[in-house]
């Protein structure tokens, strides 16, 4: 047997294609069940199965029968995909009363039905049934095949289940039973879908995320008989559908109040160019020649010379858009009538071919069948009487009753042509009276039956006065190429200056804005639809605004992609061969742009192999030809594929991506690893290895910082900038500027241990009182128990003082909640036992810090070093005999940890990974307290510090403690944003800063912060 997609040789009873992937089974609509292709009927149900069903083919890494290529996928971790899908959930309201006093066979028979109702609405709009239950079904949309339009299939078979149910509970009802009522919830949101083999050679497909538990929850919050919808659906589909806001709800695991929306019914919008025009268009720009393209063939088809004009374009190009500028045009020259064929319409008969027929014959929806059939009846005699022939077969498609028997003498093939030759005749009469234009959109989704239609329509139109005008997106083919009156226009995406005017008229001119439309075209490369998404997802999120003009909000370092812009590119990546895919996931990770031995090295495929994949990424329009670093290499067209690409692995996967990435470059360029440097930070730092990363961070940090002083460009690298006033006298207390105040005071009363929240506290000069004055110390080493390995168990111990400690008396008691709930006192003498037998090593609880007590760091993390394990003695800027890491307070801006938050938003920057002891709340700028290096400071009305240093981070921030996750990204974070040149401790990631006390005092939250002098 041949693939039926690619006609590769496929092994008998083997179910996917080894060459390009594609399944060789028939997806049965009714119950899913698969069928061998060339099977005309579902061996399980009896449904017909005929041509119009495509086959399923799962995407690359959702295949799990697909032989793994770049990675060896034998890790459960890394199997699965990363995937914005469409949840929905139904079920029926009070089903138990339904069913009350039945007998269990009665009540199947009822219920069944309804069941049978919800799953069929799923399947009619090609959704994925997940799980049903007694009384209910789960099921998804744009996974495990991807649909662009996967919210809008799931709202569609929404509306179709409700209304199905309504018409089966009226049928129950009449009987006398009681009515059935089902509730659906609908949600859009990232989930990972994972195959899962479930025996007999069968597998199903779970996502799993909190989107699918919101799914669930807005079931419930759903009126009865209604749809509930989140407000992620409504942004999607707005327009399509009717909405009716029910306000802010709280749900079960979402800590902010959910937007709930009821959905009402179908809108008025049906093509993304409607919902365009719903929502107001952007000034059109561009496209001169284009426009040119199409009068001329409209003045060509008047003239007698019928034409075809297709127009070719990835989807959101301006392919409708362009047809939509030269309708006036067009309509001053005779009749135009417009269809469209629609996603999820591949397998309705004859779909935009009907529509057409409506438009032409002014069939309206109130219409009864008598008035629909009195007009076609009129309008095709009046046209020419000669025609009454094919009315038979018009009122036959528009299913309005043959008028005669004339169709119970033919077959129904041969009523099918005689009904496509019918309406071709009676196009091609009505242009003799007038130029006749028709427009023919999205012929990718095109059913077999109108294609055949549009077949023999375009033999015809040569010398006819009708104008055929088509697009459809570049994966579709047809036969018209050799036709001397077919034009095709290729639309490319918007040019700089095209796309800048674009945006001009949709911002304004506002200068504050000019980095973010530069940032907008680099990513949308040029694609309308996607600039317009993305502006409008500003506008929705709050950072743009109008004011007047329109302004920034708020900084921006980072697009992100609307769910509309990722639903068209991740459609686009999987309908890629598997391999191919997994080839442009892998070269995602790589970067924009990548040399060939690279790609070779990283995927392990041999390089004949390879070219003929990225061929077809070629052939995609995914990636390009270029030279990278004096190699043969290939960029991705646009920055969007590439980032899409990469959100679709699993992180899992993507470290070891990353890692592997890593060793190939320091394989393929062995003697230039210096050039490498902030690449390699950059690919290990995303590893598994963090280690390494963070060698390689510290280094380019380095490398970095000696690039910008040869530039005198220190603001790149944020530099750590000495105050000048860094020996002032403290006694001079003069306020100079005020910054901010205290938003929290925190004390960690064992060194490595949780700290506790305070608010007011005084400080002595040797820190706040309480702070850092135990330590538990490894006996033997001699070190603290800071060591990454086990400073992990440390943070979810929760020490605190049983009274208040008081600046030259004895330390109080400190009691010690430990992680499983039990406390300890350090009263006790069994108390250094519990910690050492919990942490398997000797410890002891000490009050005062030996000389020589060294803190273990991992390599490289602290000193710069490459090589070096790092280990530095305590109290480097603290006082003798204390517990400090350096300096004995330790200060961080609030406006530091936003904006880190900010640059990495996944990350969770809470105070509790840092550390401080006091947190100032501050607007100003991310990392202010570099600039107060070196400058006195007074909070509240006793207290002054001089801050001394900025405070080097390390692996610690990054560790997991009670709900806080590990998380190595918070450090990569920072490292991006803040590298500090320290001297002699090298060049390292930096947030907050250390300071000394120069007048002891009480400090309270909610103190001002004064510069003195
Ligand atoms: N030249 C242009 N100037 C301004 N806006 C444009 C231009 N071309 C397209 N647009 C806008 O971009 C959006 C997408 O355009 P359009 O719907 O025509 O894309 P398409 O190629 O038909 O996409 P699809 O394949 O998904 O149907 C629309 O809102 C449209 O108004
Ligand atoms: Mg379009």
Known sequence: MNCIQCNFEVQ????????????????????????????????????????????????????????PTVIDESRDAIKGERKVITVLFADIKGSMELIENLDPEDARALVEPALQLMIDAVLHYDG??????????????????????????????????????KEYSARIGAKGHQPIQGRVGVHTGEVVVRPLRIGNGQVEYTPIGHSTSLGARLQTLAPVGSIAASEAIRQLCEGSCEFNDLGLSRVKGVTELVKVYEVTGMGKQRTRMQRSAGQGFSKFVGRARELDALKNAAMQMQAGNGQVVAIVAEAGTGKS??????????????????????????????????????????????????????????????????????????????????????????????????????????????????????????????????????????????????????????????????????????????GQSASTEMLGAMLGSNEQLSDLKRLIVEKSSGTPFFMEEMVKALFDDGTLAHDGKVILTKKLDELDIPSSVQAILAARIDRLP???????????????????????????????????????????????????LG????????????????????????KILHERIGASIEAVFPNSIDDHISVLAYHYGRSNNIDLGMQYLTHSGRQKLMDARKTSDLG??????????????????????????????????????????????????????????????????????????????????????????????????????????ETITTSNSDVEERISTAFARKLKLLATAPPGLLIEVPKGTLGGSLSEVTEFP?????????????????????????????????????????????????????????????????????????????????????????????????????????????????????AGVYAEVIHAGKIQCGDTLRFVE
Not at 371 to 384: C, H, Q, S, Y
Not at 633 to 653: C, H, M, P, W
Request: proline residues 5%.
């Open 12 to 67: 008998k009873e083997k179910r996917f294609c080894s060459e390009c992937g594609a399944s060789q089974f028939l997806l049965c609509p009714k119950c899913n069940s698969k069928s061998p292709v060339g099977k005309s009927f579902c061996a399980d149900c009896g449904t017909s199965i005929g041509i119009a069903h495509t086959p399923i083919k799962p995407p690359a890494s959702l295949d799990v029968d697909q032989k």
């Open 128 to 165: 994925y049934v997940v799980q049903t239950t007694g009384d209910g079904i789960f099921a998804m949309f744009g996974a495990p095949v991807v649909h662009e339009d996967h919210a809008h299939r799931a709202l569609y078979a929404a509306l179709r289940m409700q209304g199905h149910l």
């Open 321 to 494: 858009r362009l047809i939509f500028e030269t309708m006036t045009e067009i309509r001053a020259t005779g009749n135009v009538l417009e269809t469209s064929s629609v996603s999820h319409g591949k397998t309705s008969y004859c779909l935009p071919l009907i529509e057409l027929l409506h438009l032409y014959f002014a069939i309206e929806t109130q219409d009864d069948e008598h008035k629909r059939r009195e007009k076609v009846i009129n309008k095709i005699t009046g046209l020419d009487p000669k025609l009454v022939d094919i009315q038979p077969y018009l009122l036959n498609l528009l299913k309005l009753g043959a008028s005669d028997d004339t169709l119970l003498e033919v077959d129904e093939r041969t009523q099918e042509l005689r009904t496509w030759e019918g309406i071709k005749r009676l196009f091609v009469r009505e242009s003799i009276n007038r130029p006749l234009t028709l427009i023919f959109e999205d012929l990718h989704w095109i059913d077999d039956q109108t294609q055949e239609f549009l077949n023999l329509l375009a033999d015809a139109i040569g010398t006819a006065r009708i104008l055929l005008i088509v697009n459809y997106r570049p994966e579709y083919v047809h036969q018209w190429g050799n036709k001397s009156y077919f034009t095709q226009i290729r639309l490319d995406p918007l």
């Open 578 to 628: 598997s391999q191919a895919k997994e080839i442009l996931q892998t070269i995602a990770v790589i970067g924009r742009e990548f040399p060939m031995p690279l790609i070779v090295s990283v995927t392990g495929i041999s390089q004949d192999k390879l070219e003929k994949h990225l061929k077809e990424l070629q052939g995609g329009e995914f990636i390009y030809e270029t030279t990278v």
């Open 631 to 654: 190699e043969r290499g290939y960029i991705f067209k646009s920055a969007l594929t590439q980032d899409v690409a990469y959100n679709t692995l699993l992180v899992e996967r993507r």
């Open 716 to 821: 790149s690298v944020n530099s750590f900038i000495k105050s000048e006033n860094s020996d002032l006298a403290p006694e001079s207390h003069t306020t100079v500027s005020t910054i901010d105040s205290v938003e929290s005071i925190w004390r960690y009363p064992v060194k490595s241990m949780a700290g506790e929240q305070l608010a007011s506290v005084f400080v002595s000069d040797k820190g706040i009182v309480g702070d850092r004055v135990y330590a538990f110390v490894d006996e033997e080493s001699n070190r603290a128990a800071v060591v990454r390995k086990w400073a992990e168990s440390f943070l979810n111990y929760h020490p605190h003082f049983v009274s208040e400690p008081k600046s030259g008396s004895e330390i109080p008691t400190l009691q010690i909640v430990m992680p499983s709930g």
């Open 874 to 990: 305590l109290g480097g800027g603290a006082p003798a005999g204390a517990f400090f890491d350096y300096g004995c307070l330790h200060l961080i801006a609030s406006s530091t940890l936003d904006h880190l938050q900010k640059v990495y938003p996944k990350g969770r920057f809470d105070v509790r990974r840092f550390r401080p002891n006091i947190v100032i709340q501050s607007d100003a700028a991310a990392f202010i307290e570099n600039s107060w290096v070196g400058r006195t400071i007074a909070i509240g009305n006793e207290l002054v510090l001089r801050v001394s240093i900025p405070c080097p981070r390390c692996i610690s921030v990054t560790l997991a403690q009670d709900d806080l996750p590990r998380d190595p990204g918070i450090l990569r974070a920072i490292a991006e944003q803040n590298m500090c040149d320290l001297g002699d401790f090298g060049n390292l990631p930096c």
